[in-house]
């Protein structure tokens, strides 16, 4: 199979394996400035880490998450990892829900770092139905896969594993706080400072420490 997708890591046969998704007009080795992977190295976790490009064109035609999971994700499961789990910063938070929602087991936890809520078109018409425990999508809603990500997150399964976090200044924050509230409690994590490197690098500190993926 031809692949389509650039992705930067390592395997070290670690049990764990998170992806991690970019943001719009970010590459997966912004993570790796950032101090993403050096972050996991110094603290010696049992993590494979891997940040995956995706072309805003592949993302708008709908090729983008399919090719993740026949390229990267489902392949992941035949190599020895006993979970994968599936993150991003932004837009690449806001991907990867969709894809947990649209492709139930292609992940075993979401790590998402300042997940955009997707566009005012689709918060303003949950917003308008009552907010998202009183929204029931129609036929034509459920045809966008950011309606079918918030209609995941009215009952995500139980049990999933889960952090959100984002910063206390961030332009999205009530959008990034319903998506945590989906929750339970302890999956929430809010710092100060905005929708920038320097929340989001606290943020991934924050996740490391929890021990999120060993639970």
Same mark, same amino acid.
């Given at each position: 199979?031809?692949?389509?997708?650039?992705?930067?890591?390592?395997? @070290?046969?670690?049990?764990?394996?998170?992806?991690?998704?970019?943001?719009?007009?970010?590459?997966?080795?912004?993570?790796?400035?950032?101090? !993403?992977?050096?972050?996991?190295?110094?603290?010696?976790?049992?993590?494979?880490?891997?940040?995956?490009? *995706?072309?805003?064109?592949?993302?708008?035609?709908?090729? $983008?998450?399919?090719?993740?999971?026949? #390229?990267?994700?489902?392949?992941?499961?035949? #190599?020895?990892?006993?979970?994968?789990?599936?993150?991003?910063?932004?837009?690449?938070?806001? *991907?990867?829900?969709?894809?947990?929602?649209?492709?139930?087991?292609? /992940?075993?936890?979401?790590? *998402?770092?300042?997940?955009?809520?997707?566009?005012?078109?689709?918060?303003? /018409?949950?917003?308008?139905?009552?907010?998202?425990?009183?929204?029931?999508?129609?036929?034509?809603?459920?045809?966008?896969? #950011?309606?079918?990500?918030?209609?995941?997150?009215?009952?995500?399964?139980?049990?999933?594993?889960?952090?959100?976090?984002?910063?206390?200044?961030?332009? !999205?924050? @009530?959008?990034?706080?319903?998506?945590?509230?989906?929750?339970?409690?302890?999956?929430?994590?809010?710092?100060?400072?905005?929708?920038?490197?320097?929340?989001?690098?606290?943020?991934?500190?924050?996740?490391?420490?929890?021990?999120? *993926? $060993?639970?």
């Amino acid at each position: 199979m031809r692949r389509t997708l650039n992705a930067i890591g390592q395997r @070290s046969g670690a049990p764990i394996l998170l992806v991690l998704l970019p943001g719009a007009c970010m590459t997966a080795n912004d993570f790796v400035t950032a101090g !993403f992977f050096e972050a996991v190295a110094q603290r010696r976790l049992p993590l494979d880490l891997l940040a995956v490009d *995706l072309d805003l064109a592949a993302i708008s035609g709908g090729t $983008a998450l399919p090719a993740l999971q026949t #390229e990267i994700l489902a392949p992941a499961r035949t #190599e020895g990892y006993r979970k994968v789990w599936l993150g991003g910063i932004s837009l690449g938070g806001l *991907l990867a829900l969709c894809h947990v929602a649209d492709t139930p087991g292609a /992940a075993d936890g979401l790590c *998402l770092i300042a997940p955009y809520p997707g566009s005012r078109l689709t918060t303003n /018409a949950i917003a308008s139905s009552g907010g998202l425990a009183g929204w029931t999508p129609d036929a034509r809603q459920l045809g966008d896969p #950011e309606f079918r990500m918030w209609r995941w997150l009215q009952e995500p399964p139980a049990g999933f594993p889960a952090f959100v976090g984002w910063g206390s200044g961030d332009r !999205f924050a @009530s959008g990034m706080q319903q998506i945590a509230a989906c929750f339970p409690p302890q999956t929430a994590c809010c710092v100060p400072g905005g929708h920038d490197w320097l929340a989001w690098r606290t943020l991934w500190d924050h996740f490391l420490d929890r021990g999120t *993926l $060993a639970d």
